[in-house]
């Protein structure tokens, strides 16, 4: 396994309308992000990958682009984002954009041309088709509920859009619109910017014919997935782009798959094959989601979640780099759903924070996450603002009558606005994001969570991410190391070995609020040097036998 700069790196998402405001308008800003870079620097991360800020009419809060080059009017201006690089590069972060190259707004120039008519120039930038038996060309229902074509009188035709109706897909088949899309990368590239986060970057090759998928009961529309996730040619695309636009800068690139199994994820990132450095695969994210997708609620269970984690991580061992990531803008608080955020709050998030830094792979801090912001539970749907959740209570209560109480508890589960709150900066009005209306509303707990009293705190959740990012420094073991399970049966203790170089690291973690017994195999050695706890522990002692209080997260180093 080489060793690259990507793989030792740490990232910090930040989601820019929710992150700091810094003109009153309630909307965040670069200039915002730029007031608040030296709090990313204690924090100690490498990285920051800034959710989309080109111009958009922000139908799905930028991931809908309407001007691939320009800079959304509500966060700054081109001058503004070039401060930002600037001032990033000052304190030796790297900066990595969203491409969102699956689909482009319907306001983007290109679609606009695309409807005027079937000879226009731009047409096959685009997926249209004719309808079928009076209807859609196919059944394959929208990721934002729907189906996922829209007719357009114009031309008497259908667009395909895999999320909103104002995301229209891009058609990859046309190597004018692939040259587009290499043409711009290059232009960011050559600002100096240092990789890209690949936006559902696996569907963009749809299977030939786009046939129907298989109808589930009681379903108007069918989930198409097996069709558009990890087509027949996006290995083609992947290696094109990466010979096209990628080759001449040494960036780093991390490919948003959902539906990727861990053996795909090994073509798409295996370092000889030249694709992508690394994926954000979907699996444990989805372990709590019934038969009906993502609202169908399910407890997550621990053991699971251990194996799922297993799977990546022994599938990836040898060749191949994955992500870590508990949650980002399209899921919920991670202490929220892994751990507990009422009564074990900071430990919990303490011990989910032990166990991102300790795996192999590349960490993903989500802004808020580091001082441990919780899920948010507005009373009237009418406080959302996420697309996703409102097309989908708008077809369930509305249109289907089902029961508003329950779909409103799918949205406190899973809703993506969960993560969206602005962060809770202090204990201000408005947690200190903004001195106007902020266009969400901020979690009614920032005046107990927030970062100026996490930043005073030398145990809050701050201080603990600041020491693990530091620890993960100097032990090229967290980052390089092999990974077995230990008591891989227990229902609430996670633990596992890691090996490097001839030393050895054990993390124990209590995904529980109970009391239960850690049990070192007989086999292995016992005395180790305590690297990072979130309780407080006596000395370096034997750790044959230890209980382990409510989400406590150990880790030694083994003598
Ligand atoms: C994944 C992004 O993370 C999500 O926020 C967005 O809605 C969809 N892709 C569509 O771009």
Redesign the pocket.
């Known amino acids: 396994m080489t060793k690259q700069w990507w793989k030792e790196a740490v990232v910090y998402q930040i989601y820019p309308r929710s992150f700091k405001d810094s003109n009153g308008d309630g909307i965040g800003d670069i200039n915002g992000i730029i007031s608040k870079l030296d709090y990313l620097k204690e924090l100690g991360i490498d990285v920051i990958w800034l959710?989309p800020v080109y111009q958009s009419p922000n139908d799905?809060?930028g991931?809908?682009i309407s001007d691939y080059r320009g800079i959304m009017k509500e966060f700054g201006t081109m001058q503004d984002w070039e401060r930002l690089l600037d001032e990033m590069h000052k304190r030796g972060f790297k900066l990595i954009m969203?491409l969102?190259v699956?689909?482009s707004s319907d306001e983007h120039a290109w679609f606009i041309e695309s409807r005027k008519s079937k000879d226009n120039p731009y047409r096959d930038y685009y997926i249209w088709r004719d309808g079928k038996d009076g209807g859609e060309p196919n059944n394959w229902e929208s990721?934002?509920s729907g189906s996922a074509w829209k007719y357009d009188k114009a031309t008497d035709q259908y667009f395909l859009h895999?999320?909103?109706q104002k995301?229209p897909d891009l058609n990859w088949e046309n190597p004018k619109l692939r040259e587009e899309v290499y043409e711009m990368m290059k232009f960011w590239l050559d600002k100096g910017i240092d990789g890209f986060r690949m936006?559902?970057i696996n569907f963009i090759s749809k299977v030939d014919g786009l046939p129907d998928a298989k109808m589930p009961d009681g379903r108007k529309y069918a989930p198409g997935g097996q069709y558009f996730m990890n087509g027949p040619k996006i290995h083609d695309y992947l290696h094109e782009m990466q010979e096209k636009a990628l080759a001449d800068y040494n960036v780093m690139t991390v490919g948003?798959m959902?539906g990727v199994s861990v053996e795909e994820a090994k073509l798409y990132t295996a370092e000889d094959r030249k694709e992508v450095n690394m994926v954000f695969q979907f699996e444990h994210v989805d372990l709590d989601a019934g038969p009906d997708g993502k609202w169908d609620l399910r407890p997550m269970k621990m053991s699971a979640l251990r194996d799922s984690f297993t799977k990546w991580q022994k599938g990836l061992e040898h060749e191949g780099w994955n992500s870590l990531y508990l949650n980002?803008?399209?899921q919920p608080r991670m202490v929220s759903r892994f751990g507990n955020d009422k009564e074990y709050r900071v430990e919990s998030a303490k011990m989910l924070a032990t166990f991102l830094h300790t795996l192999k792979g590349t960490p993903y801090i989500y802004q808020g996450e580091e001082i441990g912001m919780t899920n948010v539970r507005f009373d009237s749907i009418d406080d959302y603002e996420d697309?996703?959740t409102l097309n989908m209570y708008r077809e369930r209560v509305i249109e289907n009558g089902e029961d508003h109480n329950k779909v409103m508890e799918s949205i406190y589960v899973k809703g993506?606005d969960n993560a969206r709150t602005p962060i809770q900066w202090d204990d201000n009005d408005h947690g200190g994001f903004t001195t106007g209306e902020p266009w969400l509303k901020v979690n009614s707990n920032y005046k107990e969570i927030n970062a100026q009293q996490a930043m005073a705190d030398p145990d809050s959740v701050f201080h603990y991410y600041r020491m693990l990012i530091g620890l993960r420094k100097e032990n090229p073991i967290m980052v390089y190391g092999s990974y077995d399970v230990i008591m891989p049966d227990h229902d609430q203790i996670y633990a596992y070995i890691r090996k490097y170089e001839g030393r050895t690291m054990i993390v124990m973690l209590n995904f529980s609020g109970d009391t239960p017994l850690f049990e070192m195999p007989s086999e292995l050695e016992s005395n180790g040097e305590l690297l990072i706890s979130n309780y407080d522990v006596e000395g370096n002692k034997n750790i044959r036998e230890v209980e382990l209080r409510p989400y406590e997260a150990r880790v030694y180093l083994m003598n």
């Open positions: 959710s799905d809060n991931y809908d969203d969102v699956n689909h990721c934002f895999l999320f909103s995301q936006d559902v948003e959902p980002n803008h399209d697309i996703e993506r």
